[in-house]
């Protein structure tokens, strides 16, 4: 065992190290709707439901009962945001103005080792939403230019993680019951530009922008549990805790609590019903913490001198984020299996603190999911699955941070700022099952 432990474990590394962290638009805030084709196809859903070697990147122990088996796959996002304004800013470029670089990879990869009929490993890579903007300088405020005067504006934010999970099933008198845990080991990097004229307000102006890419390192524990309440319908719930992550230096001066950006704690719950032994339908929940995070939850406003980076300074403001899928698969045939869903999630910003969000419009808010599974051999098949995030807006007034004209920060009356948002995911796959008995390290046939 601990020589398949070894192999895996190496196979999933080799397979992933040329894939570095990206980004993307995010769902629910900057979390993905999900990780890999098939939860993406389901829109989310699947909590209760998991079938592929992704499994453990939703619920850490759903992933028992299912065949040794490796997946690698690629998703291109397609996003369009920026923000438009009416009336008069003072603080920000009039008109409307979009981000640039829509375009952005996202990996995953995950491997499944079955221990015994009752117990199971399993390790997955994968990557949040993140965040990215980028507003050139072109769009004009005096004197640098960019959307707020300080030159070329944008945010740039890419998290990955590394899960490793154990999973074991126990007979119940209510049913069969599989417990799952999965520490993790988390990465994230910045780069923030655009932000010198705020230097006034900042705690440390020289970590604030315009300094590169930082790194931070942490990580946190997952588990989850799933129950079999009949042969056809179960139950599934899945939670982290926060991911504790090193500060980030070179944003100190902008970053709450001198740079500590931590990745909020979520939770999921779902159900699924086997309709019929080929077609199953889910439905989930799922919350993210965002508010429990000091960047994200802190009030933006208002904006003081040397507030920038201090002990529960100012954040983005962000609501705690609520969300739900649905997911319908219907496996056709052995060779095909077609999927679909819906994900709406709500919205984290607040109308009083759009003027730094214009940076971070995370607002998508409705979501159509298709996508197929087609096994071109017995050992091999191919996922493909396509999402469309509907356009969505929010407005908001400006908000005028603290100066000689107004001591404590006010609100402009004469203007309006509104982000918006847009996207397409398209996710490809590629999935192997070893035979049962086969314990070679690389596949031997496809």
Known sequence: MKNLFSRGFLFTLAATAALTPSLSFGADGFFLIGYGPRQKALAGAGAADQRDAMALSVNPAS??????????????????????????????????????????????????????DASAWSIAVYANGGINTAYSWGHWHPPLGGPLGGGFAGVDLQQSFMSIGYARRFTTPIGPIAIG???????????????????????????????????????????????????????????????????????????????????????????????????????????IFYSAVSVFGNPTNPLLRNSLGGANGPGFDWTDVDSASFGVEWRYSPSLTLRTGYHYSTNPLRWRSVVVNILTPIINKHHASVGFNYGFTKNSS?????????????????????????????????ATVSPFVQGMEFTVGYNYKWDAGDDSWIPSHF
């Open 181 to 287: 845990v999965a520490p993790t080991i988390a990465v994230q990097m910045i780069n923030i530009q655009g932000l010198r004229n705020f230097a006034p307000l900042s705690s440390n102006p020289w970590e604030l922008s315009d300094d590169a890419y930082d790194w931070s390192y942490g990580g946190g524990l997952r588990a989850g549990a799933l129950w079999g309440i009949t042969d056809n319908f179960r139950f599934g719930l899945s939670a982290s805790t926060p991911m504790w992550m090193s500060r980030l230096d070179k944003y100190s001066g902008l970053i709450t609590d001198s740079g500590r950006l931590d990745i909020p704690a979520q939770m999921q719950a779902g159900l699924a019903y086997d309709v019929f032994p080929n077609l199953t339908v889910m439905a989930d929940w799922r919350h």
């Open 382 to 414: 191919f996922d493909f699955a396509f999402v469309y995030a509907f356009k969505n807006s929010f407005t908001g007034m400006e908000w005028l941070p603290q100066s000689p004209a107004t001591p404590f920060g006010a609100p402009n009356p004469r």
């Open 63 to 116: 992933f028992i009962g299912l065949e040794r088996q490796f997946q690698i796959g690629l998703t291109a996002i397609n996003a369009d945001r920026g923000y438009s304004t009416s009336g008069t800013p003072r603080l920000l470029t009039p008109g409307y103005v979009r981000s640039g670089r829509p375009w952005f990879p996202v990996p995953n990869s995950g491997y499944i080792q079955p221990i015994d």
